[in-house]
């Protein structure tokens, strides 16, 4: 089975901070994996990492089969799908969703290069799949969050990526918006030729079933990792937190944490 991406003995070193710490981390073809930890932990300096936006200080980093210092990075992110509310920063809140979704296909903010009406259509195809075909028209900047993260994930999957990094999708969005995104995201997982998908939160019941490989990141290092029913238990999330806790699990297994 061929490697989506291999962090081997990775440090990232910001003066004098270790903000990532010898990193060992493998994800392969068809896998999915949730990334779990509190503010600080180093979850989103990650992601960047696997995106090409931060190089690593130490160690060797692969991702989709190009090793970084011999890959072309702007080719790579073509190949990665990127959904992330710090992305709603860099956008021009004036372009139209169907623009929007479209660029996606060159991992651009905003549209520069040559396209036909036949991508662009396409585009519209992605976004009406999702759910939003009302939304074709409209500027993005009057969107609510959980339309503007309706359209990210659209963008994501315009290029047909091997990888899809969730960083943080229901961010900002109230319960209700929350579930049809988390409904969206299994919708995605169930596809055939679904991306390996690669998924940060706060929050466990956000991390679907789909989500069948756990990692555990505490304050730049790896605390633990393997898979969804090993490590989500009340024993293990109670050292990880290093609080008292209780759990709570649906009838969908998803599971719920709070402090005692």
């Not at 988390?182 to 055939?192: R, S, V």
Request: aromatic share 8%; with cysteine.
């Amino acid at each position: 089975m061929n490697k989506i991406l291999s962090f081997q003995n990775v440090s990232l070193i910001k003066g004098d901070r270790r903000i990532l710490k010898n990193i060992s981390w493998t994800i392969k073809e068809k896998e999915n994996w949730a990334i779990l930890g509190l503010n600080g932990a180093g979850k989103t300096t990650m992601l960047k990492m696997i995106h090409g936006d931060v190089w690593p200080s130490q160690g060797s980093l692969e991702v989709l089969g190009g090793v970084f210092g011999h890959t072309n990075i702007p080719d790579l992110k073509k190949r990665i799908g990127w959904v992330s509310t710090a992305l709603q920063d860099w956008l021009h809140p004036g372009d139209l969703v169907e623009e929007i979704v479209l660029s996606g296909k060159f991992a651009s903010i905003g549209l520069y290069e040559h396209y036909s009406e036949q991508e662009m259509q396409e585009a519209k195809e992605r976004i009406t799949k999702l759910g939003g075909a009302e939304l074709i028209g409209k500027p993005y900047r009057i969107l609510s969050q959980g339309e503007r993260q309706l359209v990210l994930i659209a963008r994501a999957l315009m290029a047909n990526p091997e990888l899809m990094i969730l960083d943080e999708p229901c961010n900002g969005l109230d319960l209700f918006a929350r579930e049809r995104l988390l409904g969206k995201i299994k919708e995605i997982a169930e596809e055939p030729n679904s991306p390996s998908l690669l998924m940060v939160s706060h929050y466990t019941e956000e991390l679907l079933p789909c989500f069948d490989n756990i990692m555990f990141l505490k304050d730049g290092s790896i605390y633990k990792k393997g898979k969804r029913e090993e490590l989500l238990n009340k024993e293990t999330l109670t050292k990880f937190y290093e609080t008292p806790i209780e759990i709570i699990k649906d009838d969908k297994k998803r599971i719920l944490v709070y402090p005692r």
